[in-house]
């Protein structure tokens, strides 16, 4: 081989080279976009329980990753965390849990993160909380003056933490577009404004002797002080699922029904219906145990998937029962 023809092969194989460079990068680089494009680089927010995970998405929509801990008909007193879950709340560029004891199983996990230096917000903390008390069936003895956590049965102070779950988004989440989360929360916001207007006047319907509930534990205090109910008691007399109750609360209670005249006792569809189901020995039969999606949000299609569906489903379920009788 002559050394001209020599020269030009190199002069091609560094052509070549220099094209495949220039190929690769290129390669890389839609690679890149494509990953932005695709949020894999999002910033990230963890919600603990579900019916605050579907109010933050409508908040947030698009602009950051929301991850939701519980699952689809679990119980938030009582469910726990995966390691990879646990992992995922650190990770995080904010965490939004509900507070006041009732994510019991996860709380420690929260306040690790926290000690990590990830953003917590605690939603109950901030929509002003009512405490439990007794005297008059609002409340468990147990946890009298404590404050009670179940503030979503109140559309109006979801409302109020719909905003500041917001503000918390801006915040502490770079990267979001504030506009558009104003704008989101707004929105839901409106919605949220339409359905206590609509609850109004569904309870409206219910007569002043039938406004007397009971429960299968202490979960309706907001919603009984929103819209002029009685609580007479509850079959579990606690704030929490994870407590018993005693052969003299269920004669209690059975008391109190007798004297207000009570026959339908309501209890969360996710939890097990037996001890509402006692009552109807206790009381003799004719008792009505009504099932309502309390403090869980069911999976897609199951009734109840959205806190808009789930708050509109009890109040139908709750105003048939109590004009029932």
Known sequence: ???????????????????????????VTLAAATACA??????????TTNILGDITRQIVADEADVTVLMKPNADPHSFGLSAVQAAELERADLVIHNGLGLEENVLRHVDAARDSGVATFAVGDAV???????????????????????????????RKATALIADQVIAHV??????????????????????????????????????????????????????????????????????????????????AMEEAGVRTVFADSSQPTRLAEVLRTELGGGVRVVKLHSESLTAEGGGADTYLRMMRANTTAMTDGLTAG
């Open 174 to 255: 770079d990267g979001v577009d504030d506009s558009a989360i104003r704008a989101q929360a707004e929105r839901y916001e409106e919605r949220l404004t339409d359905l206590t207007a609509w609850m109004e006047k569904s309870f409206e319907r219910v007569p002043e002797d039938r406004r007397a509930l009971v429960t299968n534990h202490h979960v309706f205090g907001y919603l009984a002080h929103r819209f002029g109910l009685r609580v007479i008691g509850a079959v579990i007399p606690s704030g929490t699922t994870l407590a018993s109750p005693s052969s003299s609360d269920l004669r209690s209670l059975t008391e």
């Open 128 to 158: 002003d909380p009512l405490t439990f008390r007794t005297g008059d069936g609002g409340g468990p003895e147990d946890a009298e003056g404590q404050p009670d956590p179940h503030f979503w049965t109140d559309p109006d102070r979801v």
């Open 38 to 47: 695709t949020g894999t680089d999002q910033p990230r927010i963890v919600v």
């Open 1 to 27: 081989m002559s050394r001209s023809a020599a020269k030009r092969r190199v002069r091609v194989g560094a052509a070549r080279l220099r094209a495949l460079a220039l190929g690769l990068l290129a390669l």
